[in-house]
């Protein structure tokens, strides 16, 4: 398997919450800047066609992530205005559910309740996104969540922006100035963070945390996500008559290819 097994800040339970909502803040933007809220878009409509789910449960939501950008996406094609999503995680934080469930949008929830992503019969019904998150789970927890989906019959679409193509010697070699790369396009993005607090301008611009924990997030997250032939690796033990499992790039409209994807679906 090409993947390797590396550490990321927001993996460990003692990392702040306020960190971790300051650094999503960014990759929201950077998604959003690349199109990525589009690409999901149509992949939903795509896997909402083949199936009868209703509702959309993100797993491991976090802050929120680009999914609520998906979903006015999606509700911009025709015959999904009225499609709803629920975010869901396994350590909800109350101010973001407070934030989503007061703010006048009943077709954007969270739930309250914790939900376990390798246990997809405990979350609620409907079709099960992961959305960039699929990468933390190790092998043996990514094969349970495929298989959750399957044994339960759920329809899952789990997505990462990026691919792991590049040689692990050759990650590591460029590593120092892709880390300072990054940092440059944090102090870049920063002012286009909305709402703004204090914690992003000054754990930006005078103690520089966010921008070294943004940077080494994003670049080790590289050889933690799942190639196309890892994810091979993953599914044959899954076959199942009853289900159908599909994987591959995912496209932009002008066709151009951004980040990967699998898909779930029970046949009936």
């Known amino acids: 398997m090409k993947r390797v097994q590396l550490f990321e800040f927001e993996d460990f339970s003692w990392f702040p919450s306020w960190l971790r909502t300051c650094m999503t ?13 589009k690409v999901l878009a149509t992949l939903i409509a795509d896997v909402l066609q083949k199936t009868s789910a209703k509702k959309i449960v993100d797993l491991g939501s976090g802050s929120g992530g680009v999914m609520p ?8 094609i025709a015959g999904f205005e009225d499609i709803v999503l629920l975010m869901t995680d396994l350590y909800p934080n109350e101010e973001l559910v407070k934030k989503f469930n007061t703010d006048g ?24 996104t992961m959305v960039n998150s699929f990468h933390h789970m190790r092998p043996v927890d ?25 040689p692990i010697l050759i990650w590591w070699l460029l590593l120092p100035l892709s880390l300072i ?10 002012p286009f963070v909305r709402p703004m607090t204090w914690q992003q301008l000054v754990f930006t611009y005078l103690i520089p945390i966010i921008p070294i924990c943004y940077a080494w997030d994003g670049q080790a997250s590289l050889p933690r996500m799942y190639a196309l032939k ?8 899954l076959r199942d008559e009853n289900y159908v499992w599909e994987y591959d790039q995912a496209t932009k409209a002008n066709g151009k290819k951004l980040g990967t994807y699998i898909v779930g679906f029970p046949k009936s």
């Not at 954007?108 to 914790?114: C, L």
């Not at 969540?145 to 997505?159: C, G, K, M, R, V």
């Not at 890892?230 to 033990?237: A, M």
């Open 25 to 37: 803040n960014l990759i929201v933007i950077l998604q959003k800047m690349m199109g990525i809220d």
């Open 69 to 76: 950008l998906a979903i006015e996406s999606l509700h911009r």
């Open 105 to 128: 949008n009943d077709k954007i929830r969270y739930n309250e309740m914790a939900v376990d992503a390798t246990n997809i019969a405990s979350a609620p019904g409907g079709l099960k």
């Open 142 to 166: 990514a094969k349970r969540i495929l298989l959750s989906a399957q044994e339960n019959a759920q329809p899952l679409l789990i997505y990462e922006m990026a691919e792991n193509k590049i």
């Open 181 to 190: 790369i990054v940092m440059l396009m944090v102090l870049c993005m920063t």
């Open 230 to 237: 890892d994810i091979e690796e993953l599914l044959p033990d």
